[in-house]
């Protein structure tokens, strides 16, 4: 599976399919963790993601856990309504900064 990507400075933007599910979450695993392998920092935009379930929330803790471990970033650029909600009901907010747009993200990114 490929996503979409662009590149500003160091930090990766991808943009994640229609839905992270069971169903494709160990391939969409392996591709994004193949791209953690080449970049440090990684922003998802999340924009067309409509549906999220255990195991993509798995998927985000699994690429987050293995960017910290590198001092690298996940961010999150503007998840669905239907996933934030989701996002937030599991206190994962706390662990994935979010951005309403591509432009916010990397204006926050280059701050830090």
Do not use: W
């Given at each position: 599976?490929?996503?979409?990507?662009?590149?500003?400075?160091?930090?990766?933007?991808?943009?994640?399919?229609?839905?992270?599910?069971?169903?494709?979450?160990?391939?969409?695993?392996?591709?994004?963790?193949?791209?953690?392998?080449?970049t440090r920092h990684?922003?998802?935009?999340?924009?067309?993601?409509?549906?999220?379930?255990?195991?993509?929330?798995?998927?985000?803790?699994?690429?987050?856990?293995?960017?910290?471990?590198?001092?690298?970033?996940?961010?999150?650029?503007?998840?669905?309504?239907?996933?934030?909600?989701?996002?937030?009901?599991?206190?994962?907010?706390?662990?994935?900064?979010?951005?309403?747009?591509?432009?916010?993200?990397?204006?926050?990114?280059?701050?830090?």
């Amino acid at each position: 599976m490929d996503f979409p990507t662009r590149l500003h400075g160091n930090l990766t933007l991808a943009t994640l399919p229609r839905q992270l599910v069971m169903a494709n979450a160990d391939e969409t695993k392996a591709a994004l963790t193949n791209l953690c392998s080449v970049t440090r920092h990684l922003a998802l935009d999340m924009g067309e993601t409509q549906f999220l379930d255990s195991s993509g929330l798995a998927v985000l803790i699994s690429l987050h856990k293995r960017l910290a471990a590198g001092e690298g970033r996940l961010l999150l650029i503007r998840p669905h309504a239907n996933v934030r909600a989701l996002i937030a009901l599991t206190q994962l907010h706390q662990l994935f900064p979010i951005y309403e747009d591509d432009l916010a993200a990397i204006q926050q990114f280059e701050a830090a």
